[in-house]
């Protein structure tokens, strides 16, 4: 990575922030700020990189803005200005890192759809290129791109504030930049379509993104949301390389080489989990934040497990009902007949799955842990049966593929 790109991973948010602070203009500052970039690429191989990178690019962006606004003044072009509580600001003291956090909370309004939230956070606070971003999200460069202005224009429009709510809301603002963050990561760890098993740099920038908004701000370091979201998505995405094999194959759970998931980040996931817990039961009052706790606690009992087989499904298990009871969500139920049946249970899974065609019948994870189950019960045709449904319905390149050696396996 060069040192460009470090400070663009690195600063393009904080940078972007300063900018929207000083012009309350979105389009604006994003366009001298991607400006100041490409000079920086052309400039920096000659001249020498100087040295502070990311003050020097926010001295380029100033000057472009500077530029944009007298040729603006003197076409007297109008332009909406993005609504800023001047009350809110000068109640609470401003520093540069409430800045980043003003931007996460704008492009993840609960006025933009999550899916859109998702995108322009990726964009706007993290940098992501919009082509990089379409391919994340499998659209075409151009519909990201229109899916992009529209998000943009509804913020402006709607005079979205640039500001952070006061206490009584901040808690439930932090709790929808999770789901933003939570909804990327999952477009990363478990794509429902295409050729990948996993997309790992989406699924690593919805971590940074959780990770950064947390060191720089004390109501998001102390969130529990975003504290038990970050120790999940590190607990899951720790497997990241164990989950592929050298063909490109998808390796399930129980397969996978241990020695290959990713200690450090582990080890990270587990200090969090302990600082929400305490080694005891943790008291949230969010849903969310329990929801995410418990999938975090699921997620590290897979990881204290040296073997597949030290796995303990019983306690995976009461997660899951917990989960369930929790959520009431058709997939935590699916999830917790799998666990039952781990746990040795095969009857009680299957009494799991009564009611789940309703919801979850476009599906191909029903037939296909019904086939599972069934292979269990020693009911092979079946199970053939309801693999080859679950191979049809499957958008998944991977998962058809791991579906399709099941079915061989059983012929």
């Known amino acids: 990575m060069t040192t460009l790109e470090q400070v663009w ?65 003197v076409a007297a072009r109008k332009q909406p200005l993005l609504a800023m509580e001047e009350d809110s600001r000068m109640r ?7 800045d980043l956090l003003r931007l996460v909370l704008l492009a993840a309004h609960p006025s933009l759809s999550p899916e859109s939230g998702a995108a322009l956070t990726l964009r706007l606070v993290l940098g992501v290129q919009t082509a990089d971003i379409a391919r994340l999200f499998l659209v075409g460069e151009a519909t990201m791109a229109a899916r992009l202005t529209r998000a943009r224009k509804k913020v402006v429009a709607a005079g979205v504030p ?18 933003v963050a939570y909804l990327a990561f999952t477009a990363g760890y478990a794509p429902g379509s295409g050729p990948d098993v996993v ?18 701000n004390p109501a998001a370091q102390a969130n529990p949301s975003l504290i038990a979201l970050e120790a999940l998505m590190l607990l899951q995405h720790s497997r990241r390389d164990a989950r592929v094999d050298g063909s490109g194959r998808i390796v399930l759970l129980p397969d996978q080489d241990r020695t290959r998931w990713h200690r450090a980040e582990i080890d990270e ?10 080694g005891g039961a943790a008291r949230l009052s969010s849903a969310l934040a329990a929801d995410y706790l418990l999938q975090a606690l699921i997620a590290a009992e897979h990881a204290r497990a040296a073997r597949a087989q030290d796995t303990d499904w019983v306690v995976i298990s ?7 009871d929790l959520t009431g969500s058709p997939v935590v139920r699916l999830n917790r007949a799998v666990a039952v049946a781990e746990a040795g249970d095969v009857p009680a899974a299957f009494a799991l799955l009564d ?23 020693g009911r092979d045709e079946e ?11 499957c958008g998944s390149d991977a998962e058809r593929a791991a579906l399709q050696r099941r079915i061989d396996d059983l012929g």
């Open 269 to 278: 996931g587990m200090a969090l989990l302990q600082s929400l817990t305490g």
């Open 199 to 216: 997309r790992a740099e989406l699924a690593g920038e919805a971590i940074r993104l959780v990770g950064l908004l947390r060191s720089n």
């Open 318 to 324: 009461d997660f899951y009902r917990q989960l369930d």
């Open 9 to 73: 991973r690195d600063e393009w948010g904080r940078l972007l922030a300063l900018l929207v602070r000083r012009t309350r203009r979105l389009d604006l500052a994003e366009d001298a700020l991607a400006e100041a970039f490409e000079t920086a690429a052309r400039r920096w191989p000659q001249d020498g990189i100087p040295d502070n990178p990311a003050a020097w690019l926010l001295t380029a962006a100033r000057r472009r803005v500077l530029d944009r606004l007298r040729a603006e003044a």
């Open 383 to 393: 199970a053939l049966a309801s693999y080859r449904l679950a191979v049809g319905m």
């Open 92 to 98: 609470h003291r401003t520093t540069p890192d409430d």
């Open 355 to 377: 009611g789940l065609e309703d919801s979850l019948g476009r599906t191909h994870r029903l037939p296909a842990v019904r086939a599972e189950l069934l292979r269990r019960a």
């Open 162 to 179: 640039l500001a952070i709510p006061g206490d009584d809301v901040l808690a439930d603002r932090l709790d929808t930049v999770a789901k």
